[in-house]
């Protein structure tokens, strides 16, 4: 038997366990690493991020170190929330927050010195909850000694609508901010009353936009706006979605980028999309952009991004999200970082308040299964040179088995460098997403959902 034959039986059984399984077609669709949590220590993650900074500096590591900050704050929940935040935005918890912030900073710089990123964004939560002081504090903590920002690079922020004012926006562009982002995710009362949040009005969108505008004004570089919408929500028609963005599309936005509403469990209840079409939305969303001056629009498997002609100072940008093979530094409770190819972990608050880290390690081969099977579950062509150039290695030589497999089934087509899917649907794109890890990965998993 030759070897890949010998590989060939095997990636065979593994897509029988894989079947045998019926694992959640999600799950091999994001960062599988995510799900093999355990405890890991500060010491751990610091010796992965020292190894990373060093294979960075002799070009063994990728150079890409995004930094996100995550603010985990919120004034109340909204019922279809997918992100990880609290409602304690009083300000004990938010000072709690910054004295953590600055603890986790002061180890880190002692032990790995300053450190150099390609870009940096604050999401959450919400970080217009924080009060101008409390921004210029944060910004100290990251600035002062630890992070290097080059000029030019990426700093992006979400906003709130309805807690953003220009006295914050200043002072985020003092920190060095040059992108905002306002999350409006509807314009329709109905839909955000169904979907649990306030309904601040057009207006207060409108004095969000303005206090962006008058602070950029006066801004060192460009400054960018951009504006969130979440589709389909429940409530939200094509009329009343359409309607949103055109008013939203007056405001002059440099972009507005449309989600898709991808539903979750709340508290056992499963918060159910809106009847419309994601497609259909995406489709109003350029539909509305091209009369109003938006030619320009990307559509990725969770969002569609509208652009106007921007400045070519600032077109660059857009592009530059995400970037891989990267690795993430994220700070905060319930922020998520990727050292890429030594490990992945989470912060979390711990027993006591304080905060702890869960993870796993990995290795650059776990990195190339991993954007292997996004690519396969992506269901969107492969590009084999593209492949290459990344992880250097050949994908049809790397995962020859697999790809065979595929083949028989009628799963793929090969056509020159692209490897195109066949899937019938995106459970099905999961499942041969799952037969891109290795046996080992997949048993951790099997283990996992059988709750041992
Ligand atoms: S404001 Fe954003 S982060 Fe907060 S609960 Fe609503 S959707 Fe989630």
């Known amino acids: 038997m030759n070897e890949n034959a010998e590989s060939g039986s095997r990636v065979a059984a593994r897509l029988e366990r894989l079947r045998e399984l019926e694992l959640p077609g999600e799950v091999f669709t994001g960062d599988v690493a995510r799900r093999l949590e355990e405890a890991v220590s500060r010491g751990d993650i610091l010796e992965w991020w020292r190894s990373l900074l060093d294979g960075r500096r002799d070009g063994r590591s990728p150079k890409t170190l995004f930094f996100y900050l995550h603010v985990p704050f919120c004034r109340s929940r909204c019922r279809y929330c997918q992100f990880d935040s609290i409602v304690a935005a009083d300000g004990f918890a938010i000072t709690r927050y910054i004295g953590d912030v600055q ?22 939560g919400t970080p217009s909850l924080l009060d101008p002081n409390q921004i210029d ?27 953003t004012t220009p006295a914050k926006v200043a002072a985020f562009i003092r920190a060095g901010a040059d992108r905002f982002s306002l999350g409006v995710q509807s314009l329709s009362r109905l839909a955000l009353k169904r979907a649990g949040r306030a309904y601040p009005g057009f207006s207060s969108l409108r004095s969000a936009v303005d206090a962006v505008r008058s602070q950029s004004a006066g801004a060192r570089a460009a400054v960018a706006l951009n504006l969130d919408f979440l589709a389909p929500l429940s409530g939200e028609t094509p009329e009343s979605l359409a309607d949103g963005l055109g008013r939203a599309l007056e405001l002059e936005p440099d972009s507005v980028t449309l989600y898709r509403y991808q539903p979750v469990q709340q508290q056992g209840r ?134 065979e497999l595929m083949r028989e089934l009628g799963k793929v087509d090969v056509k020159g460098e692209m490897i195109v899917p066949v899937f019938g649907d995106r459970a099905e794109a999961g499942l041969f997403a799952g037969l891109m890890f290795d046996d080992a990965i997949l048993e951790r998993i099997a283990r996992l959902y059988a709750g041992d």
């Open 270 to 403: 499963l918060v159910e999309p809106g009847p419309m079409p994601f497609e259909e939305a995406s489709r109003a969303l350029i539909k509305a952009g091209m009369p109003a001056g938006y030619p320009v629009f990307v559509e990725t498997r969770t969002s569609t991004i509208l652009m106007r002609e921007t400045p070519d100072s600032l077109r660059p940008r857009y592009d530059q999200h995400p970037d891989f093979p990267a690795s993430v530094m994220a700070f905060g409770p319930f922020a998520e970082s990727h050292v890429y190819g030594r490990g992945i972990y989470r912060t979390e608050f711990g027993r006591d308040g304080g905060l702890v880290h869960v993870g796993t390690r990995v290795d650059d081969g776990y990195e190339c299964r991993s954007h292997a099977a996004r690519l396969v579950a992506g269901m969107r062509p492969i590009d084999t040179g593209e492949f290459e150039r990344r992880f250097g290695v050949e994908f049809r030589a790397r995962f020859a088995p697999e790809l």
């Open 137 to 163: 504090r944060l910004a100290g903590v990251l600035f002062d000694g630890f992070l290097d920002l080059p000029a030019g690079a990426w700093f992006s922020v979400e906003m709130n609508p309805d807690t």
């Open 103 to 124: 603890a986790e900073a002061r180890r880190f710089s002692r032990a790995l010195g300053r450190v150099g990123v390609t870009s940096v964004s604050i999401g959450g």
